[in-house]
């Protein structure tokens, strides 16, 4: 079966740090991978998208940055922590052919 | 690009009442509209979806409706019961390799007893 794999589910950063999530796919292969955000109380704003190993479009400049180093893994970056980057980070995939979205569990980045 | 707006943002109904979730999206070529059901803490999970040679689509007690002259689809919960208390959320996007989803800002639903 597939599975979405994200980390951590809550996280407390300092600013200026940097920040590393992952997101991990099971049982699909050449999946399209996305970054969401959520700020509280909105909607879902679609922050990377990737449709293969090291292909990564970016929908809004901003701190953070992505990475897809293997199939199923996709990274979240930032070099430098705003109080700006807060907020419920989601990662999606898309198998090929279809057009449904699963969606991880979340992580609730709160910086301070 | 696709905007998609959503109403209301926030719906109170009794337990066995019905409810309706509205949006409107912007761009004439998307062609498929998933609905997704956020509970407390959790990410969203696709609850349906249509496709834009549909005009409607049901599924137990939840349906959508499309109206592409108009742009606009809705949902509709029937005989809604407490746990159907969750932040919906409808979509829109064109189908394709690098298809990307614009969501609408949500709808805050609440079953009361």
């Known amino acids: 079966s597939q599975t979405i794999h994200q980390w951590p589910a809550t996280l407390v950063q300092p600013v200026g740090s940097p920040l590393s999530l992952e997101c991990t796919v099971e049982g699909t292969s050449n999946p399209n991978l996305y970054w969401y955000r959520q700020a509280a109380g909105r909607g879902l704003q679609l922050l990377f998208y990737?449709?293969?190993?090291?292909?990564i479009s970016s929908e809004v400049p901003q701190n953070l940055s992505a990475s897809r180093p293997q199939d199923r893994q996709f990274i979240l970056s930032s070099k430098k922590l705003l109080l700006s980057d807060s907020g419920f980070y989601l990662c999606?995939?898309?198998?090929?052919?279809?057009?449904?979205?699963?969606f991880g569990s979340g992580t609730r980045l709160t910086v301070v | 690009g696709e905007n998609v707006e959503q109403h209301p943002s926030t719906l109170s109904v009794q337990e066995g009442d019905s409810a309706v979730i509205k949006c409107t999206y912007s761009d004439s070529a998307s062609n498929y509209f998933p609905w997704y059901k956020q509970e407390l803490g959790k990410g969203p999970q696709l609850i349906i979806d249509?496709?834009?040679?549909?005009g409607e689509k049901k599924d137990q007690r939840i349906a959508v409706t499309l109206n592409k002259t108009a742009k606009h689809f809705s949902l509709h919960i029937t005989e809604t019961q407490p746990e159907d208390s969750a932040v919906y959320f409808c979509a829109a996007s064109v189908t394709g390799t690098a298809s990307k989803l614009t969501f609408g800002t949500g709808t805050r639903l609440q079953v009361t007893l």
């Open positions: 249509i496709r834009s040679n549909v």
């Open positions: 990737s449709v293969g190993i090291g292909q």
């Open positions: 999606a995939f898309r198998d090929r052919g279809l057009d449904g979205y699963t």
